[in-house]
């Protein structure tokens, strides 16, 4: 189900994360072994930020696309997409550093056709070859106007651990919490190529905020 991390201040995948390094700094803070309690800490700190979960908000208007991530825009680029759309599109590439927010977002409003997970290799996330070679999954959106929206979350080099909530046949609104990558990764977006393009190579995204384009 989409959405279900709305107000939490840090995504529930990241308290596990959160008690491992946590617990030992209370644990070394009582026993009085400050350096380790330190470090412990720390790590919990950023473990925390990592995982954070801030709130956006999510422009409204007719057609709207908007970013599935935090991030910088790699590439815009038109190509075949010939596994789910079949057919010629515009693909939007955003890298997730490890210093980016990593909550997913969805980029329109509609219905949740297929989602569809792909074993693959941990290239580094930013590598060209990685929108195909690395572990991935895929989520296709049509609008109530018949448009299909792809979204693809990458597995990088650090990030192991793809998470998605959401379910075929669902519908969603635009920008709603729908899962996270952890520690750096990449999202690919494809949209008709008749879309109205709002971004170039090198820009900074944030989810559920920026907006990618104006869907025909």
């Not at 219905?111 to 990685?130: C, E, I, N, Q």
Request: aromatic share 8%.
């Amino acid at each position: 189900m989409a959405d279900r991390a709305r107000g939490w201040p840090i995504a529930r995948e990241g308290l596990p994360f959160l008690a491992v390094a946590g617990v030992p700094a209370v644990a070394a803070w009582a026993l009085g072994w400050t350096v380790a309690g330190s470090l412990f800490g720390a790590v919990a700190l950023f473990t925390g930020w990592f995982f954070r979960n801030p709130p956006r908000r999510v422009p409204d208007g007719p057609n709207l696309v908007v970013s599935p991530g935090d991030g910088r825009v790699l590439a815009v680029a038109e190509e075949e997409e010939p596994r789910f759309l079949k057919a010629r599109v515009v693909r939007v590439s955003m890298f997730l550093s490890p210093l980016d927010v990593h909550i997913n977002r969805t980029p329109c409003a509609g219905l949740v056709k297929a989602v569809a997970y792909s074993p693959g290799r941990f290239l580094v996330a930013s590598r060209p070859d990685a929108t195909l070679a690395n572990e991935q999954v895929a989520a296709l959106f049509e609008t109530d106007a018949g448009q299909r929206v792809l979204c693809v979350q990458v597995a990088g080099y650090v990030a192991r651990r793809i998470v998605c909530w959401l379910t075929e046949g669902e519908r969603v609104a635009r920008g709603e919490r729908y899962g996270l990558i952890r520690f750096g990764s990449r999202m690919d977006l494809y949209l008709p190529k008749e879309t109205k393009m709002r971004v170039k190579t090198g820009d900074q995204v944030t989810g559920g905020e920026s907006i990618i384009g104006v869907l025909p």
